[in-house]
């Protein structure tokens, strides 16, 4: 049975996130289709139709469907659940809002978040903040899925060649309404929510050396993070904090800059998809769980990186 | 300021450990007994009764028997009796069984995990209609005009670094009572303020301490002998250096192992930690562990002066029980049995003073007369010259503690003197320094992956506990003369020298602190006054 | 206005959760449980609305085993007026614990329910969504923001990469997120006057729900060690990995 993927967009574009969710759905059958519900929102239907090895772009286009409120767009889904055996989503905030919905209109549970797909009932996810992995195994008819992002690598957005089919969904629940949103673009991203942060240790030294973190942050697009030896030495606030007792993060490209990698900060961190360490100590426990170590004075790294980022 | 609110209990104790579980148990008991009206309100600054308990421990249950007869049928958590006792003296490379010393023996004993019973102590007393506060640290005696103990207030919520009210502030509560128990546990802060109040150590010997490093492992099943006690003298530690370790085998595949380290010691350069890492390594040690899981890490100071260390008992007010008092039987490195004891024969003085209408403060004088005719006495007078003896070293020691019990069976006409932990330390230009060898990840760890698993937190924005009387101090003498001890002999990584702007400085990460206590105990200069954080604050040990 | 809170006892956030040594399930022996921090945070939220005189009533509920009345007392001593706790020792999922709060919702008729947005044990963030759904109601999940508007709550929400607003119709379900709020400090006097607060129990057969579950656990296991990677010579090196190696820049 084929497997429908719900697309997270912004009408115009897809976002890279259903990418992810489309692999995992690629796992579980050979014929994967796309949902896209959006108002005016042939863009992120063309670019559905163009990700690689999705079969059919299902699109519902109506004005309620514009911001994704799950009171409209569940019914739709369950809707059209019956000529596939998973619905899944990307486990960003629209799809963990949207499916247990679903769900529980299906009366199915939902698998959460899972990181790997083990059959098509069995599958792996996170529990306890990531601290275990649990299997899991469905026993409802039909299985609803959010799907880790940074578990998944992308399908690639281009090279398909999908057929597109305009649907016809229901009318608008009428249950909530969509009055706007602050989208923090030009200032730095939220740390839970940020895809890249730079992190400052004790290694920085002092408040006011934390600029070049910053710097390097805003050269990035990236959000700032701190150990929480930083905190206490009172280079940062304690809402910079990552670690078991401040957030817990896990972003695509986590850069930590002259932090030695107590467990406590691990604990905050581990999960991040890519993990840089620059730190002139090249015992650091940090460079145990890095992707890419560079050992060196951050002080002379770091400016050479932004440097670097503009060539 | 805010004002306080205030509640009124007949009797209040600080401390939900053993000895003031029992106490409020024995009350109650006594009450309904006797159809008698009596609150009792137990304050405990963990986050549950037992979150801050921590112990070997081997349990002998004279005084469970005493207090609870029919805890077997309560379900009480004592599941594994001792089997074998092991009483082995290590060198370096090898592991000399000896005679096991009399204190030592363990036939009707049982391993345990005292935060397991203490939890079940918990609910026994809440079953009597014990009021049990946990997350609640008194942080303050209360003082009428006459100036006898008419309580204490708990600390203050929310406060932030700087000692300024943060938006959750939530003022603290007095809580009055008839009679105030001090059940801190060793070195406990209000007991130290009433030690000096009331003048209740003159005439006696200065408390000594140890410090118990502890972890527990889940230990591969083949190599698990449930009931197996395991003691060792001798290495990682030097011939002056008192200390020791335990292995305490029990339930399923759990296994206890600790160091225990005199606070006497005289080498600036000793980590207690480290130690505890390095005797793990040991051949006839290391194999027991190898393959298992380390599940969790605690730390606890110990009092270990006896009989001649303990004070004054009894003051307007109130009263002081079990190892805030040092209750500790050393040898047998034991306390829970005399501190529940101490405990149970404080409350039946409480109750006895309570029928007698007095008007005004209440002291319990009865509480050490009855004291001096219980059992706990009679151990912990025979036993009070072993511990002293190990300011020779550990072989005379050891020949000397044969002598004295074996013996004279703890009759001998002296009691030898105790130093002050504090005064012991030498210069380390005096010293040597120890190369301890690094963590391995497997077996041996370093200090914050094992905080770790104390699952120890405090509220970020506190002010810190650890307070300095004078905060040069750390860097001018500490740091200069006795190379930074407090990075040592801390066992959570509280203390940290570190280098700012080319010069050197004190940081206290206090939210590692276990609440073990050594600081206060062992500066040099006593420089350092451990107060309780905010309610909750600490770790949460489970199965410790 | 009565508002129905949802509160769940979780292992205590402080406390590292590891697999029984079998891996048929996480060891939960003697660890400190405490309530659910997200549903603290409801919990806060509901007496903010009390203390702002819109709200009437606060009913919290708990699911579970019977120390759950801990988790209820908790929330009592923060200020809910009375507690029920659908008892069962019985491992109950999401959608269980969804249709258990809508057979107590078509009981007290609340016009918000409020709810932590999942839980720091199984971290699913799926019960407020269903029973929503269950309900016909409009959901505002991940609220940082939540104001009563006549007939309609108006709704911050944490989404990905900032803040969304909308309004949702009452009765309403909200799911909280941890900007929300800080919860207050339990006061002594309050845990005292909580024991006295009136507390019914059912059992999930009592309001006619099938618990069984639908996920079956399989195993649990640690995740596995993020192993070290490779040390670059330069930023040059770094920055090209970055871009065509990892292609996270």
């Known amino acids: ?236 606030p304690n809402d910079y904090q990552v670690g078991q007792t401040g957030k817990v993060v896990a972003p695509g490209l986590y850069i930590a800059i002259g932090i030695s990698g107590a467990i406590q900060h691990l604990a905050g961190m581990k999960d991040s998809k890519v993990i840089v360490a620059i730190n002139k100590d090249e015992e650091a426990p940090i460079f145990g769980v890095a992707d890419y170590g560079l050992v060196g004075d951050l002080f002379k790294e770091v400016p050479n990186m932004i440097a670097a980022l503009d060539k | ?68 007869p029919d805890w077997k049928d309560r379900g009480a958590p004592l599941h594994t009796p001792v089997s074998k006792d092991r009483f082995v003296f290590l060198t370096e490379k090898r592991a000399i069984p000896f005679i096991t010393p009399p204190q030592m023996h363990n036939e009707g004993n049982y391993i345990i995990s005292l935060g397991n019973f203490c939890r079940w102590l918990g609910e026994q007393a809440e079953a009597l209609e014990v009021e049990v506060y946990a997350g609640f640290a008194a942080a303050e005696i209360l003082y009428d005009d006459a100036g006898a103990v008419m309580g204490v207030a708990t600390g203050d919520m929310g406060r932030l670094k700087d000692g300024s009210e943060g938006p959750n502030f939530e003022v603290g509560m007095e809580l009055h009572a008839k009679q105030t128990v001090f059940a801190e546990g060793c070195r406990g802060s209000l007991t130290k303020q009433l030690f000096e109040r009331f003048d209740l150590r003159d005439g006696v010997e200065p408390q000594v301490y140890g410090i118990g490093i502890k972890e527990l492992w889940e230990v591969e099943p083949a190599k698990h002998q449930p009931g197996l006690v395991t003691h060792t003298v001798g290495w990682p530690m030097d011939m002056k250096t008192y200390g020791g370790s335990f292995q305490y085998h029990f339930e399923e595949n759990l296994v206890s192992v600790g160091y225990v380290i005199g606070l006497d010691y005289a080498n600036p350069y000793l980590s207690p930690f480290d130690e505890m890492q390095r005797f793990k390594t040991h051949p006839s040690v290391r194999d027991t562990f190898a393959g298992g899981k380390r599940i969790a890490y605690g730390a606890r100071a110990i009092s270990a002066g006896g009989f001649q260390s303990i004070p004054k008992l009894t003051f307007a007010g109130g009263l002081i029980v079990g190892d805030a008092a040092g209750f500790l039987n050393v040898p047998k490195i034991k306390g829970t049995h005399t501190g529940m004891k101490s405990g149970m024969t404080a409350a039946e003085a409480i109750f006895e003073e309570l029928q007698s209408d007095n008007a005004g403060a209440i002291e319990a004088r009865g509480y050490p007369e009855k004291l001096e005719r219980s059992w706990v006495w009679d151990e912990l007078y025979r036993e009070r010259n072993i511990k002293p003896a190990f300011h020779w070293g550990l072989l005379p020691a050891m020949a000397y503690s044969g002598i004295d019990s074996l013996l004279l069976r703890g009759k001998a006409p002296w009691t030898l003197h105790h130093r002050p932990d504090h005064t012991t330390v030498k210069p380390a230009a005096d010293c040597q320094p120890i190369d301890y060898p690094k963590p391995d990840g497997e077996l041996t760890f370093d200090k914050l992956s094992s905080v770790f698993l104390s699952n120890t937190n405090h509220e970020e924005e506190q002010p810190c506990h650890l307070t300095l009387k004078d905060d040069t101090i750390p860097v001018a003498l500490n740091l200069e003369k006795y190379a930074g001890l407090e990075q040592r002999y801390c066992p959570a990584g509280v203390y940290e020298f570190i280098e700012t702007d080319g010069k050197m400085q004190l940081q206290i990460n206090a939210q590692n602190c276990v609440h073990c206590k050594t600081c206060d105990i062992k500066d040099p200069s006593q420089n350092i006054t451990w107060v309780t954080p905010e309610g909750s604050g600490g770790p949460n040990y489970p199965n410790m | ?111 918000v329910v409020l709810l932590g947005k999942q839980a720091i044990d199984d971290d699913s963030n799926q019960t407020g969504q269903m029973l929503a759904a269950l309900l016909g109601w409009g959901q505002g999940t991940f609220a940082c923001d939540v104001e009563v508007d006549g007939e309609q709550l108006k709704v911050n929400r944490e989404v990905d990469g900032g803040t969304q607003s909308i309004a949702v119709q009452l009765p309403a379900v909200v799911t909280v997120d941890l900007r929300l709020n800080e919860p207050r400090y339990v006061k002594l006097p309050n845990i005292m006057k909580a024991k006295k607060k009136p507390l019914d129990t059912y059992s999930p057969s009592d309001l006619a729900v099938d618990t069984a579950p639908r996920l079956k656990l399989i195993k649990v296991e640690e995740p596995p060690v993020r192993a070290g990677g490779v040390k670059v010579a330069d930023v040059d090196e770094l920055v090209d990995k970055l871009r065509n190696e990892a292609k996270v820049i």
């Open chain 2, 1 to 68: 300021m805010s004002e306080r609110e205030s509640m009124d209990f007949d009797v209040v104790v600080v401390g939900g450990g053993p000895s003031g579980l029992a106490t409020a148990i024995r009350l109650r008991q006594l009450a309904m007994e006797q159809g008698a009206d009596l609150t009792v309100c137990v304050l405990e600054k963990g986050s549950e009764v037992g979150a801050h308990i921590l112990s070997g421990a081997v349990i002998e249950p004279r005084a469970l028997n005493e207090l609870l």
């Open chain 1, 1 to 236: 049975m084929a497997v429908l993927v719900l697309a997270e967009h912004d009408n115009d574009s897809l976002n890279p996130a259903t990418l992810t969710a489309v692999a995992a759905a690629s796992q579980l059958s050979d014929t994967v289709e796309i949902l896209v519900a959006g108002s005016n929102c042939s863009g992120a239907a063309e670019a559905a139709a163009a990700v690689a090895g999705v079969a059919k772009v299902l699109v519902a286009d109506a004005s309620h469907y514009g911001n994704a409120l799950a009171e409209n767009v569940a019914p739709l889904v369950v809707k059209l659940s019956d000529a596939y055996s998973h619905v899944l989503a990307a486990s960003t905030t629209d799809g963990k809002n949207v499916m247990p919905r679903v769900a529980a209109l299906m009366d199915v549970a939902q698998i959460s978040d899972i990181v790997a797909v083990e059959s098509e009932s069995v599958f792996k996810r996170p529990i306890y903040a990531g601290n275990i992995i649990a299997t899991v195994e469905s026993l409802d008819p039909k299985k609803v899925v959010t799907v880790r992002t940074t578990a998944f690598d992308p399908v690639a957005a281009e090279g398909g060649s999908a057929t597109v089919e305009n649907i016809e969904g229901d009318a608008d629940s009428g249950l909530s309404q969509y009055v706007g949103q602050d989208l923090t673009k030009s200032d730095r991203p939220e740390l839970a929510a940020a895809d890249i942060i730079v992190s400052g240790g004790r290694g920085v030294g002092s408040a006011e050396n934390f600029a070049i973190i910053e710097e390097l942050a805003d050269k990035l697009g990236a959000a700032v993070g701190a150990s929480r030896a930083a905190v206490d030495a009172g280079y940062v």
């Open chain 3, 1 to 111: 206005m009565k508002i129905l809170v949802a509160v769940k006892r979780a292992i205590d956030y402080n406390v590292k959760a590891r697999p029984k040594s079998d891996g048929s399930g996480v060891d939960l022996a003697n660890v400190k449980m405490s309530m659910n921090p997200f549903d603290e945070i409801a919990v806060e939220e509901a007496i903010r609305m009390q203390e702002a005189g819109v709200a009437e009533e606060i009913v919290a509920v708990s699911v579970g085993p019977k120390q759950c009345q801990e988790t209820l007392r908790t929330a009592m001593a923060m200020g809910a007026d009375r507690g029920i706790l659908v008892e069962t020792d019985e491992e109950v999922q999401p959608l269980a614990v969804a249709k258990i709060l809508k057979a107590l919702v078509e009981k007290e008729s609340p016009r």
